[in-house]
């Protein structure tokens, strides 16, 4: 072959050079001219082999973070995911050109598997130019913006990151290893990506257990694009924030675009799990009026059973920003608690003693979170786009991945129900003139105009996770992404607790590691996060928690990367703990402390106690004031030469006060924000060193791992464990259905319990809400008409089930929907090789009743509100109110009147009778020809 190739060579040279004449190319027959196409294919293909050295690919996991001036290294040849089904899980794809041609708009072609939809998206980067001071972040362009693929370009010697999303059905989807190519084409050349996806046996719900406020903004919106956005367009904004688990929150508007019945439905049913009611006023007059406002919204969310999603907010950050407007707050939270005892009251703020009965649910800054507050009243988390990446994360666009994904794990181990972030759209408005640009991510600033101070916050792209493109719609980001996911990782914690509940009261030997396992990761926080229960790890706090938190701005840091900062008010702020201590040593407390527009005193205090932690002897060190200057710190010392007798402990306070003297009215206006910056304390017992908690502040509130392997290792350990445990609990269900009597089932609602619930059903897992103890209104939408069992219940309009309590729903994954109520599943069905399962959750109507019937092939003698008995011979009706009455008869029947010896053909199988009511007939039944 080697031969005949080279001979084919030389004769496409001497054709192309030599002009040669058809006397000279006769024996240039079809088999060399078949030889020669086969060369130039050869040569193609060889010509593509060399190519793919022009440009190539890699693999990285998403919490990947990419700059266009780093060029990143390593990556995998193949995309590897694991993932349950109604789940989406991405990965970044970076195509680099090592050419000097540019790449235009490289071609995804990928394999199609059932179950299974796949999106690509080109990575735009945004210019960053001042990382905050705690991220270790560089300047640079970060890639963000994601657009679907088609519209980019990786010009010679850059590189440029794609997104692809992985979604797995949760119904029509087999769990399992799923296998298929991503093919990229780029000038001529093309490469193939395997990817193996590993379909987990366990199904993630619609609506997050983790309650998501995420508010949007439509104002900001459309101050960008100058314009009102059309239904069209604000419908898809919505979908596009449930795509990735953030219902589209009114938060700060009236929400008119919102508050409509079928937006409303649309986004309940598409997994929105908090809607907020907005009130507030500075006077009663205000505050009642804004309350008369919300009735019509209030109306319609109740008349689709939404008032367990539904939230009363007013008030932002009262404590925090406006202490003089509590007494207001009460007064409006108490009235319309009066009016609506069934919706819970938020409040961003933490549990204050001045709100307690007020507020049912305290949103909490992380700074200001203590676990232990979430066991005493319902809290849920909320950051505030600071530069503080080891107290309290964000998603900044210079923090890294797997701080944006790990903060909703977080929510888990501090006990937080809900999460509430402020905005996600904020920069839009800064942005108004990019509004004609092609790629608003070329000119993107980072930052927005606060509506309240004027001022530019440069937060870098805190409150700001979707894009503007050129029509009127909105791009995600990469971060956004990324918080997707970690909704969904919450959301294996929560199916891991199930599983546990399921199988922990008396599990199998094989159960027992598995369980114990699941339990250990329930329960301990790892290395994945730490998390202080005070303001300053190690410390105690002596004041409001917003007056201490832990600072890494290089103008107050002496040394490492924090310091502990107060702010000081007329009464005295301190942070302090206790040490053991003994009678007859001498003690020596110092700390290196400055100050900025203080006009009281930062100081030492050292204090002697006995075993009731009475004073026996206390030294106070000198007071710093004023300003010391950026980075001037001075050290200060509290002395005690003796300790007398009875000393049990040592308590160390760091000091901080505004006034010395009693302050005046003009002392406490118009005056600076006062602080005060303690850093390196020591102290010393008879000369030797004493060992104190964080002495240099370096511990951070909120520690969340910096390793992305950890993070998702942790998460496929849960994946795992739940795949057993799941597959343990449905072949246990498998055996305990086996056995179950086949008609109907009759049990004490008062002591039925989850494992009878679901030997009873064959539907697990059934469980009343947490969140509805008290009984209400329940509308229960059809949201499968086809079936035989929901056919005669269509009737369009939805269904009042009266007053219910407790409220069951079915959770599994196995059971086809029907009907829904408050987003869950009411009416359910489940079918085994042997027998059905039909579930209802709410009390049965006559059109549910004749659909059990007839999915069952039992047949139906008449669909009328009447008395109706049938057997082989007879067919009695009494009528319960006057009309037409269709009976019908099985088939090969012929019916007559025995009072009037009428006869209904055979032909008629179904016949109509007008009948008043209170009236009795009875019909012979014969086989045809008797």
């Given at each position: 072959?080697?031969?005949?190739?080279?001979?084919?060579?030389?004769?496409?040279?001497?054709?192309?050079?030599?002009?040669?004449?058809?006397?000279?190319?006769?024996?240039?027959?079809?088999?060399?001219?078949?030889?020669?196409?086969?060369?130039?294919?050869?040569?193609?293909?060889?010509?593509?082999?060399?190519?793919?050295?022009?440009?190539?690919?890699?693999?990285?996991?998403?919490?990947?973070?990419?700059?266009?001036?780093?060029?990143?290294?390593?990556?995998?040849?193949?995309?590897?995911?694991?993932?349950?089904?109604?789940?989406?899980?991405?990965?970044?794809?970076?195509?680099?050109?090592?050419?000097?041609?540019?790449?235009?708009?490289?071609?995804?072609?990928?394999?199609?598997?059932?179950?299974?939809?796949?999106?690509?998206?080109?990575?735009?980067?945004?210019?960053?130019?001042?990382?905050?001071?705690?991220?270790?972040?560089?300047?640079?362009?970060?890639?963000?913006?994601?657009?679907?693929?088609?519209?980019?370009?990786?010009?010679?010697?850059?590189?440029?990151?794609?997104?692809?999303?992985?979604?797995?059905?949760?119904?029509?989807?087999?769990?399992?290893?799923?296998?298929?190519?991503?093919?990229?084409?780029?000038?001529?050349?093309?490469?193939?990506?395997?990817?193996?996806?590993?379909?987990?046996?366990?199904?993630?719900?619609?609506?997050?257990?983790?309650?998501?406020?995420?508010?949007?903004?439509?104002?900001?919106?459309?101050?960008?694009?100058?314009?009102?956005?059309?239904?069209?367009?604000?419908?898809?904004?919505?979908?596009?924030?449930?795509?990735?688990?953030?219902?589209?929150?009114?938060?700060?508007?009236?929400?008119?675009?919102?508050?409509?019945?079928?937006?409303?439905?649309?986004?309940?049913?598409?997994?929105?799990?908090?809607?907020?009611?907005?009130?507030?006023?500075?006077?009663?007059?205000?505050?009642?009026?804004?309350?008369?406002?919300?009735?019509?919204?209030?109306?319609?969310?109740?008349?689709?059973?939404?008032?367990?999603?539904?939230?009363?907010?007013?008030?932002?950050?009262?404590?925090?920003?406006?202490?003089?407007?509590?007494?207001?707050?009460?007064?409006?939270?108490?009235?319309?608690?009066?009016?609506?005892?069934?919706?819970?009251?938020?409040?961003?703020?933490?549990?204050?003693?001045?709100?307690?009965?007020?507020?049912?649910?305290?949103?909490?800054?992380?700074?200001?979170?203590?676990?232990?507050?979430?066991?005493?009243?319902?809290?849920?988390?909320?950051?505030?786009?600071?530069?503080?990446?080891?107290?309290?994360?964000?998603?900044?666009?210079?923090?890294?991945?797997?701080?944006?994904?790990?903060?909703?794990?977080?929510?888990?181990?501090?006990?937080?129900?809900?999460?509430?972030?402020?905005?996600?759209?904020?920069?839009?408005?800064?942005?108004?003139?990019?509004?004609?640009?092609?790629?608003?991510?070329?000119?993107?600033?980072?930052?927005?105009?606060?509506?309240?101070?004027?001022?530019?916050?440069?937060?870098?792209?805190?409150?700001?996770?979707?894009?503007?493109?050129?029509?009127?719609?909105?791009?995600?980001?990469?971060?956004?992404?990324?918080?997707?996911?970690?909704?969904?990782?919450?959301?294996?914690?929560?199916?891991?607790?199930?599983?546990?509940?399921?199988?922990?009261?008396?599990?199998?030997?094989?159960?027992?590691?598995?369980?114990?396992?699941?339990?250990?990761?329930?329960?301990?926080?790892?290395?994945?996060?730490?998390?202080?229960?005070?303001?300053?790890?190690?410390?105690?706090?002596?004041?409001?928690?917003?007056?201490?938190?832990?600072?890494?701005?290089?103008?107050?840091?002496?040394?490492?990367?924090?310091?502990?900062?107060?702010?000081?008010?007329?009464?005295?702020?301190?942070?302090?703990q206790e040490l053991p201590a003994q009678p007859g040593e001498s003690y020596t407390v110092s700390a290196w402390v400055k100050t900025d527009d203080l006009p009281g005193a930062a100081k030492i205090l050292a204090e002697l106690l006995d075993a009731e932690s009475r004073v026996l002897a206390a030294a106070d060190s000198a007071g710093i004031n004023g300003s010391t200057g950026p980075k001037n710190f001075f050290k200060l010392i509290a002395d005690l030469p003796v300790a007398p007798h009875g000393t049990t402990k040592l308590r160390v306070s760091l000091v901080a006060r505004k006034f010395e003297a009693p302050a005046t009215d003009a002392d406490l206006q118009n005056n600076p924000l006062a602080k005060a910056f303690f850093e390196d304390v020591s102290v010393k017992a008879n000369g030797r060193e004493v060992t104190l908690k964080n002495p240099d502040f370096e511990i951070p509130l909120l520690k969340i791992t910096d390793d992305p392997n950890r993070?998702?290792?942790?998460?496929?350990?849960?994946?795992?464990?739940?795949?057993?445990?799941?597959?343990?609990?449905?072949?246990?269900?498998?055996?305990?259905?086996?056995?179950?009597?086949?008609?109907?089932?009759?049990?004490?609602?008062?002591?039925?319990?989850?494992?009878?619930?679901?030997?009873?059903?064959?539907?697990?897992?059934?469980?009343?809400?947490?969140?509805?103890?008290?009984?209400?209104?329940?509308?229960?939408?059809?949201?499968?008409?086809?079936?035989?069992?929901?056919?005669?219940?269509?009737?369009?309009?939805?269904?009042?089930?009266?007053?219910?309590?407790?409220?069951?729903?079915?959770?599994?994954?196995?059971?086809?929907?029907?009907?829904?109520?408050?987003?869950?599943?009411?009416?359910?069905?489940?079918?085994?090789?042997?027998?059905?399962?039909?579930?209802?959750?709410?009390?049965?109507?006559?059109?549910?009743?004749?659909?059990?019937?007839?999915?069952?092939?039992?047949?139906?003698?008449?669909?009328?509100?009447?008395?109706?008995?049938?057997?082989?011979?007879?067919?009695?009706?009494?009528?319960?109110?006057?009309?037409?009455?269709?009976?019908?008869?099985?088939?090969?029947?012929?019916?007559?009147?025995?009072?009037?010896?009428?006869?209904?053909?055979?032909?008629?199988?179904?016949?109509?009778?007008?009948?008043?009511?209170?009236?009795?007939?009875?019909?012979?039944?014969?086989?045809?020809?008797?």
């Amino acid at each position: 072959m080697k031969k005949r190739l080279r001979c084919a060579v030389l004769m496409a040279k001497g054709l192309s050079t030599k002009g040669t004449s058809m006397s000279r190319t006769k024996y240039f027959n079809l088999s060399c001219l078949r030889l020669f196409l086969g060369l130039l294919g050869a040569m193609s293909a060889s010509s593509a082999i060399a190519g793919e050295l022009t440009w190539r690919t890699a693999i990285f996991d998403n919490l990947q973070t990419f700059r266009e001036e780093e060029t990143p290294s390593g990556g995998a040849g193949a995309i590897e995911l694991s993932l349950a089904r109604g789940e989406t899980e991405g990965c970044w794809l970076v195509v680099y050109n090592n050419s000097d041609e540019v790449l235009q708009s490289p071609q995804f072609v990928i394999s199609s598997l059932p179950g299974v939809a796949i999106k690509v998206y080109a990575a735009g980067s945004i210019n960053l130019e001042k990382p905050g001071q705690s991220t270790n972040a560089q300047p640079g362009h970060y890639f963000d913006l994601l657009r679907p693929a088609g519209w980019e370009e990786v010009k010679p010697g850059a590189f440029r990151p794609y997104w692809l999303d992985f979604s797995v059905a949760g119904e029509n989807c087999e769990s399992g290893p799923k296998e298929g190519t991503v093919t990229i084409r780029a000038v001529g050349i093309e490469q193939s990506i395997p990817f193996r996806l590993k379909v987990r046996n366990f199904i993630l719900p619609t609506t997050p257990k983790l309650k998501i406020a995420f508010a949007t903004g439509l104002g900001w919106m459309e101050k960008y694009y100058g314009r009102q956005l059309t239904p069209t367009e604000i419908r898809a904004h919505q979908d596009l924030m449930l795509d990735h688990r953030l219902g589209p929150l009114p938060m700060w508007d009236d929400g008119e675009s919102f508050f409509d019945r079928e937006t409303v439905r649309h986004c309940l049913d598409r997994g929105m799990n908090v809607v907020l009611l907005k009130c507030g006023g500075k006077t009663d007059e205000q505050s009642d009026q804004s309350l008369e406002k919300l009735e019509p919204k209030i109306a319609l969310l109740e008349e689709l059973g939404a008032l367990d999603r539904t939230y009363l907010f007013g008030f932002d950050e009262i404590v925090m920003c406006h202490p003089e407007l509590i007494p207001q707050l009460r007064r409006t939270y108490g009235k319309f608690h009066e009016r609506h005892p069934g919706i819970k009251r938020i409040n961003t703020a933490w549990p204050d003693e001045r709100l307690k009965g007020a507020v049912d649910i305290f949103v909490v800054p992380v700074a200001n979170y203590v676990s232990e507050t979430s066991r005493q009243c319902e809290t849920w988390w909320y950051s505030v786009g600071s530069d503080r990446l080891n107290d309290e994360p964000d998603y900044r666009l210079d923090f890294p991945g797997v701080a944006q994904r790990c903060f909703f794990i977080a929510d888990w181990y501090v006990g937080a129900t809900g999460h509430l972030y402020w905005a996600v759209q904020r920069e839009w408005p800064t942005n108004a003139a990019l509004r004609e640009a092609a790629r608003p991510e070329d000119g993107w600033q980072l930052g927005y105009i606060s509506s309240t101070s004027g001022k530019r916050s440069d937060d870098n792209g805190a409150g700001n996770l979707f894009y503007p493109d050129q029509a009127g719609g909105m791009l995600p980001s990469a971060r956004v992404k990324r918080i997707r996911d970690g909704i969904e990782d919450y959301e294996y914690l929560v199916q891991l607790q199930a599983a546990v509940d399921r199988l922990g009261a008396t599990p199998s030997a094989e159960m027992v590691e598995p369980l114990e396992q699941a339990h250990r990761i329930l329960t301990e926080k790892s290395d994945i996060i730490q998390f202080s229960n005070s303001a300053v790890p190690g410390w105690n706090v002596r004041g409001p928690r917003s007056a201490f938190n832990l600072t890494s701005h290089p103008n107050a840091v002496r040394t490492g990367e924090r310091a502990l900062r107060i702010l000081p008010e007329a009464e005295a702020r301190a942070v302090f703990q206790e040490l053991p201590a003994q009678p007859g040593e001498s003690y020596t407390v110092s700390a290196w402390v400055k100050t900025d527009d203080l006009p009281g005193a930062a100081k030492i205090l050292a204090e002697l106690l006995d075993a009731e932690s009475r004073v026996l002897a206390a030294a106070d060190s000198a007071g710093i004031n004023g300003s010391t200057g950026p980075k001037n710190f001075f050290k200060l010392i509290a002395d005690l030469p003796v300790a007398p007798h009875g000393t049990t402990k040592l308590r160390v306070s760091l000091v901080a006060r505004k006034f010395e003297a009693p302050a005046t009215d003009a002392d406490l206006q118009n005056n600076p924000l006062a602080k005060a910056f303690f850093e390196d304390v020591s102290v010393k017992a008879n000369g030797r060193e004493v060992t104190l908690k964080n002495p240099d502040f370096e511990i951070p509130l909120l520690k969340i791992t910096d390793d992305p392997n950890r993070l998702l290792q942790f998460r496929e350990q849960i994946g795992d464990l739940l795949d057993q445990l799941t597959g343990a609990a449905a072949a246990g269900e498998k055996k305990n259905t086996a056995s179950l009597p086949k008609p109907f089932f009759l049990f004490d609602a008062a002591r039925v319990v989850d494992r009878e619930f679901t030997d009873i059903t064959g539907a697990w897992q059934c469980r009343s809400a947490a969140d509805n103890a008290t009984a209400r209104e329940t509308i229960q939408e059809i949201t499968d008409s086809k079936h035989l069992l929901s056919k005669p219940s269509t009737s369009g309009k939805p269904e009042k089930a009266g007053l219910v309590a407790p409220f069951f729903y079915a959770t599994d994954p196995a059971a086809q929907t029907l009907a829904k109520a408050a987003g869950q599943s009411t009416v359910a069905v489940r079918e085994f090789p042997e027998w059905s399962s039909v579930y209802f959750s709410l009390p049965l109507t006559r059109e549910w009743l004749l659909g059990l019937c007839r999915y069952a092939g039992a047949h139906v003698y008449s669909d009328s509100y009447d008395v109706c008995f049938a057997n082989r011979n007879y067919l009695l009706l009494h009528t319960s109110q006057a009309g037409r009455k269709n009976l019908a008869l099985p088939a090969g029947k012929t019916a007559e009147d025995l009072f009037t010896g009428e006869s209904i053909p055979l032909a008629q199988q179904s016949f109509f009778v007008d009948l008043p009511a209170g009236t009795t007939k009875i019909y012979k039944l014969r086989e045809d020809g008797q």
